[in-house]
């Protein structure tokens, strides 16, 4: 259905109602035409045709009859017959030439319409929208960019350089290699930009899975459906900005060609091979020489980075999720059963809602609410010193009572005690021994003190 064909279906349905409300007298006529954006006037005269021959009345003519500009239908057909047998395969442009030569007097709009129509030519695709260069953020820390770059950076292996940089200034604070781009590569970029500067303002990133979930490729994204990285910008009141064609990223993709340009090179050069030493070759050499070489003043005196108010950022940092706990006060996570230690406040956790931390080096923490319940290792070994106190008092005692056991007081010693006053510290540390097989005194750990320490 063309356009104006839809507009006049609306209009004859806008009337309708209108002429219902009138003939109900719930309307003026004043009323009626301002519904219609007309005057009260031509509201009578659609009331008459509607009146008079119904819905047909109301039909604009103009619509009906053929333009007196119109071409033959010979003409149309005798083009498209000649490109068909003589000219097939031509560019329009092309065929336009000869069919002025043969003294045609069409346009070339309308003879590549026509070819177009008889599908003699397909139409070209669209040449894109008229992009203007965006200007550069006024101030370190407005906005940052981070992209990540797939690339033979040493001979037979494949890297992703995670790059971080500022958009005012070109300055790049965070430049390292992953074996894979995702979730945890852009924490860790993230994490030194706001462990040496602060806080920013926005993150410009592309529409990675890691970092914006969409509906369908290429498609847009959902704000509502975060991700682990979106949750995370969320909590730091960081906006991310989403760039939806290479173009929209030109600063970046820029930077990363002279990055593949240069650093193969210089690992190269350095007879670097390994990923750790060319990720420690970039921050002590590369990294301040490419900054130094490449950076560029701001186009205002000031910075927008502001002190990071959150502490340690690695929880917030990291991936979370939800899981509830089991009767065994067990927490099920990724195959691992996660223990929860004793606490000395509470019974138990079971059913309780608690939240399970994953950071970069895939260590794990369990926290109910802001309070943390225990740290445990990749392989859901919990970590003693992130144990509650209690616990790793009684793993201390207990360590010590293995490796040095007690024995009950001699004869001799218990005959000193009572002569020099001291058979109150003997009393409480025979209390305090466990039940042992003595011989010649009575149990220290189980006689009563009349029986050890007899007159008292």
Not at 125 to 143: E, S
Not at 264 to 277: R, S
Not at 289 to 301: D, I, Y
Request: with cysteine.
């Amino acid at each position: 259905m063309r356009w104006t064909e839809l507009l006049r279906e609306l209009r004859m349905k806008k009337f309708t109602e209108a002429y219902a409300g009138y003939a109900a007298r719930r309307l003026t006529q004043e009323e009626a035409a301002l519904l219609l954006n007309v005057c009260p006037r031509t509201f009578r005269r659609y009331m008459a045709r509607y009146e008079e021959n119904g819905l047909e009345g109301l039909t604009d003519r103009r619509l009906e009859g053929a333009s007196a500009r119109r071409a033959p239908v010979d003409e149309v057909m005798e083009l498209t017959e000649k490109y068909r047998t003589r000219h097939q395969g031509w560019a329009v442009k092309h065929f336009y030439a000869w069919y002025k030569r043969e003294g045609g007097s069409r346009s070339y709009t309308w003879v590549k319409n026509r070819l177009q129509d008889a599908d003699l030519v397909k139409k070209s695709p669209g040449r894109g929208k008229h992009r203007k260069r965006r200007t550069r953020a006024p101030w370190p820390g407005m906005m940052l960019h981070q992209d990540g770059s797939t690339h033979q950076w040493v001979p037979g292996q494949y890297w992703d350089l995670i790059v971080t940089m500022d958009d005012a200034t070109n300055e790049h604070y965070s430049i390292f290699f992953v074996k894979e781009e995702g979730t945890a590569s852009s924490f860790a970029g993230v994490k030194e930009v706001i462990e040496s500067r602060g806080l920013f303002s926005s993150l410009y990133t592309d529409r990675g899975s890691h970092y914006w979930h969409t509906a369908q490729a290429g498609g847009k994204v959902d704000r509502s459906q975060l991700t682990q990285f979106g949750r995370a910008m969320r909590q730091l009141n960081i906006q991310m900005i989403p760039a939806y064609s290479p173009e929209a990223r030109g600063r970046s993709e820029r930077m990363f060609s002279t990055h593949q340009s240069r650093l193969p090179k210089e690992l190269a050069l350095a007879g670097i091979t390994d990923m750790a030493d060319a990720n420690r070759y970039i921050k002590e050499q590369y990294l301040p020489s490419f900054n130094k070489e490449f950076m560029q003043p701001a186009q205002e005196q000031g910075s927008a980075f502001v002190r990071n108010m959150y502490g340690d950022i690695g929880d917030i940092l990291c991936e979370q999720h939800q899981r509830t706990v089991g009767k065994d006060n067990c927490v099920s996570f990724d195959g691992l059963k996660l223990q929860i230690p004793a606490v000395k406040d509470r019974l138990h956790f079971v059913k309780a809602e608690v939240r399970v931390h994953r950071y970069p080096d895939q260590r794990l923490a369990l926290f109910h609410g802001p309070r943390l319940l225990g740290r445990y290792e990749p392989d859901g070994r919990p970590v003693e010193s992130a144990l509650p106190c209690e616990e790793r008092k009684k793993k201390r005692t207990q360590a010590h009572q293995r490796k040095f056991p007690l024995e009950p007081p001699s004869s001799a010693e218990l005959a000193y005690a009572t002569q020099e006053g001291k058979a109150g510290a003997l009393r409480a540390a025979a209390r305090a021994l466990p039940s042992c097989a003595c011989s010649g005194i009575a149990c220290h750990a189980t006689a009563a003190p009349e029986e050890i320490f007899p007159g008292e």
